[in-house]
C-alpha cells in the first residue's frame, strides 16, 4: 500500500518541493534588500484578503481575486524590476555561464593591482567569491557594483578614501562590495605578528570557498589564503599560477571529484595554517644607483 500511494502521488510530491524550494530561495534572495518590506506588506494583504473570502464565503471578492492573478503577476514584475535584474545577473555570472577567458580576465585585474599596491606598500585585501556567497559571512558593506579593473580597486584602497579601510568582494569580473568586515581566524596556533588583514584572510577562507588575496601595508609582501591556509610572500608569477589552477582549471572539468575533494583530503589532513615563502629582495634601478 505504501509503494502504491507513493507511486500515485509521486507527482503531487515533486511539485510541493518544487514549490517549497523555489519559495525558500526567493525569500532568501530577498531578505535584506530595499524589496523585502514592499514583499511582506504584498504577502499579508494578500493572505488576509484570502482567508476573509474564504471564511466568510465571498463568493464575488473571490472571484475578482481569481480574475486579477495575472495582474498580481505583472504587479510583481514591476515593482521588483530591481530585485529581479540582480537575480539574473547574478545568475549569469555563475562558474556554469562564466567562460576561461573571462576568469582569467578577472585574474589578471587582481595581479595587476595587488602588484601596483605592493610597489607603494599600500595594504589590500581582496576576496574572489565562488560557488558560496559572501554576504552571508561578512559583517558589512558598501554596494559598488562596478566592472573590476586595477584603477578601481587602486582607487578603493588609497589611503584615506572613505571605504578603503576592509575587504573588497569580487563577484566574476565585478566589484560587488567595498569596506567589508571579513570575520577573524580564532585559531591559537597563529603568530602574534600576524596583523588583523591576514587573520581576516585566514578566516574568511575557513568558513567559504572564496579566494582571498592580502598585501602587507608594512612589508609590501603578498598573501593569499584558501581553505583556512594562508601562503605569505608569495611572487606574482606564484599567485597568478595558484588563481589559475583554483578559478580556471576546475571550470573546465567539473566532475564528482572536485565536489568531493574539498571534504576529504584538506580536512582529514590539516595542514600548518600559515606557509612562509621567502624570495630574494629586487633591487629596482633607481635604488641600485
Known sequence: MIWQFAYENWRN???????????????RFLRGTRGAPVVT?????LVTLALVTYLLQLQELQWILGAFSAFFAVAVVVIFQP?????LAELGNLPLFTTSHEQRESIEVVI??????ADVRIGALIAMEQSIQLQEVVESGVPVDCEATPEMLETIFFPNNAIHDG???MKGD???YAACIF???QRADLSKSLGTRHRAAIGLSEETDAVVVAVSEETGSISYAYKGKLTRGVSIEELRAFLTSVLVTPAKSRNWIAWVRPFTSDRMQPGPAVVEKSHPPVVKKSEAK
Open 13 to 27: 510530491g515533486l511539485e510541493i518541493l518544487i514549490l517549497s524550494v523555489g519559495i525558500y530561495f526567493a525569500f
Open 41 to 45: 506588506g504584498f504577502l499579508v494583504v
Open 83 to 87: 530585485e529581479l535584474r540582480r537575480m
Open 112 to 117: 595587476q593591482t595587488v602588484e601596483r599596491l
Open 167 to 169: 575587504g573588497v568582494i
Open 174 to 176: 565585478r566589484i560587488a
Open 183 to 185: 570575520p577573524l581566524t
